[in-house]
């Protein structure tokens, strides 16, 4: 399958070919030419909003002013895609970090979210099998639940060599296998080449690459090669959702998108772990042909992201420059880096035996497999309440909950706890564990006799 061959067509839904552009949007370019008299659009007369100038201060004492030129444009309406400055600043970020092969394109949202909604969205038909990564993102497995698509998710159980012991799923599909280092290749080729034929056949991966939620791992470099040679050979779009690229511990692994020969990868970035979550600035890279329509989705939807929210980003990131704005993510990684090795240590002091991890090497997360629970839900919304320690059931990470059964797993993050706080917590989850074997052994012992 070769660039030339992709038929775009084939992968977008029935109701994204049928869209047509905003009557009224497609006003917005012609605005700006000079000498245009505009009677058309609608927008509010801008003399009449009360901001003069936005001022941002830096936790270093820097103080910014968002140019006026690009506050005025911010407060009026904008172009779909987001305010030309900050996805032309975005855009050469893409050619500098990863360095694609095809031309691209970038288009902004209201965090990456919404961002990855809209592709799928766009993709899929009624009927569609999507191949998604299980345990995986609950927002996104949320949003495909209601989709008319079914889910080829993975059924995993952790062993102490990582994500190797496998449960058996029930469903017709063969389920697509997750280790330590994410999907392995060799399975989904085996799955792929051996799709049952009366079957629709998968059209894209979705999957999280680099430190995923829940999982914390990572895909290697030789794994991510061999995966976008699977989805060459069965024509597979590429959804690569990448929140934590920048929250790497080590050295930077090189992205789907840098390897994109054919233009089959739509990627999605995030402000959020970088900047601040709450100003809900992400963007998408890919081919045109698929972004545009992604575009026409967000016409539909919420019009455009935020052009405040981006003038104060774009302030920030210009000023820094590219090179700056990498300088800082080092420094987000390194914090993060940190945490997560302090937060490890007190898993080894407090959980030694009773539960199973694998040490993350990006992200913010840790999965922990307990030993000698059969069941986390309860445990973890009651009990452990009770102990004044939060964390998330694993069951709310798969695809399909009611046929996983009873799950050993949960989640827990490090990202924003003090020192001491994690210490605290791990020893008030390893007493509860206790608690219910010790609890769970006596109940065995009576029901014995």
Sequence with gaps: MTASTIDYQHFLSESSKAREPSAIRRL????KIPGMISLGAG???GDLFPFEGISISLKNGQSLQVDSKVLNESLTYGPSDGIPQLNGW??????????????????????????VTKALQMLISPGDNVLFESPGYVGVIAFLRHQPCNLIGTILLLDNTGFGHRKENVQWFQDVDLDSHGVVPAKLREQLDNWPAD????????????????TGVSQTLERKKEIYQIAQEHNLLILEDDPYYYLQFGDKIPSYLSMDVDGRVLRFDSMSKILSSGLRVGWATGPIELVNVMNLVTQTANLQPSSVAQAITYTLVDSWGHDGFYAHTLKVAAFYSQRCQLFCSYARKHLAGLAEWVEPDAGMFVWFYLNGI???FDLILTKAVEKKVLLVPGIEFFCHPKEVGPVQFVRASFSNVSEE????????????????????????TIDNK
């Design 374 to 376: 059969e069941d986390s």
């Design 90 to 115: 975005l855009k050469e970020l893409q050619r500098i970090q990863h360095a694609p092969p095809k031309d691209f394109v970038v288009s902004i949202g209201t965090g990456s979210q919404d961002l």
């Design 199 to 214: 079957k629709r056949k998968p059209k894209m991966l979705y999957t999280v690459p680099v430190g995923g939620n829940p």
């Design 421 to 444: 706080d994690m210490d605290a917590g791990l020893e008030r989850l390893a007493s509860l564990l206790r608690d219910h074997i010790a609890e769970s052994n006596n109940t065995n």
């Design 43 to 45: 927008a509010p007369n």
């Design 28 to 31: 917005i370019p012609l605005t």
